[in-house]
């Protein structure tokens, strides 16, 4: 069935930049999403990416997508204090209809 | 405009009791989906609404749970016979037309606590 692995936490110091990873296992995959979650607030849609692509990059956001080794990573740019929040990798599900979250990584900004 | 709303945004009740949880997704969304998110977890999938329709409710744990939505708009998800087990945030969320390139909004959430 289709999971996705996630590290749990990540510590950075303000204006570093911070990398997190994910692993996913369904190759068909098309579309691989990073959503943020800060407390008391819902899940925010930050990018994603289709699996033909290597690469995406949105601002401060760069997604990186290695298809052979189902490897999903998001690099935030001169990270600040307000990057500070869960990060979910996802993918949809082979049906389609629903997006298979993983655990989340912990990002705390340090300043 | 307005996004996904939930109502109660939290809930206690005791072992045993019946709750509804409900959503009011973004106006004319047709596609409409309910997750679980307990402590520590990403959401995990529940139920996928196209219109009034259950398309998918692969992810209900078991019959205790009953979601529906009957004029395609406003979902009552139903939790029968409650358990601690239960206690999670149950996530609404709501896409145009439930393409996979849509983006899914999610609603804050229903705190659920069960005692």
């Known amino acids: 069935g289709e999971d996705v692995e996630q590290s749990l936490f990540l510590s950075v110091r303000e204006g570093d930049s911070s990398v997190i990873n994910c692993t996913y296992t369904d190759s068909s995959s098309t579309y691989l999403y990073w959503y943020k979650q800060e407390p008391g607030a819902g899940l925010q849609l930050l990018t994603y990416i289709f699996s033909n692509m290597d690469m995406k990059q949105d601002q401060r956001l760069t997604v990186l997508l290695n298809k052979k080794d189902k490897h999903l990573s998001l690099r935030i740019a001169d990270t600040q204090t307000g990057d500070s929040a869960i990060y979910f990798c996802?993918?949809?599900?082979?049906?389609?209809?629903?997006?298979?979250f993983g655990k989340g990584t912990t990002l705390s900004v340090s300043s | 405009g307005a996004g996904v709303s939930q109502t109660p945004s939290n809930k206690v009740t005791e072992k045993g009791k019946y709750v509804e949880l409900r959503c009011d997704p973004i106006s004319g969304h047709t596609a409409l989906y309910w997750y679980r998110q307990s402590l520590g977890q990403g959401p995990e999938f529940l139920i996928y609404?196209?219109?009034?329709?259950?398309?998918?409710d692969s992810g209900l744990p078991n019959d205790r749970f009953f979601a529906v939505r009957p004029e395609g708009s406003v979902s009552t998800l139903k939790i029968q016979r409650t358990e601690r087990g239960d206690s999670a945030v149950y996530l609404c969320?709501?896409?145009?037309?439930?393409?996979?390139?849509?983006?899914?909004?999610f609603g804050p959430g229903t705190r659920l606590l069960v005692l």
């Open positions: 996802a993918e949809r599900n082979q049906a389609g209809t629903a997006l298979i």
């Open positions: 969320a709501s896409s145009p037309v439930g393409l996979v390139l849509e983006t899914q909004y």
């Open positions: 609404f196209q219109g009034t329709g259950a398309a998918d």
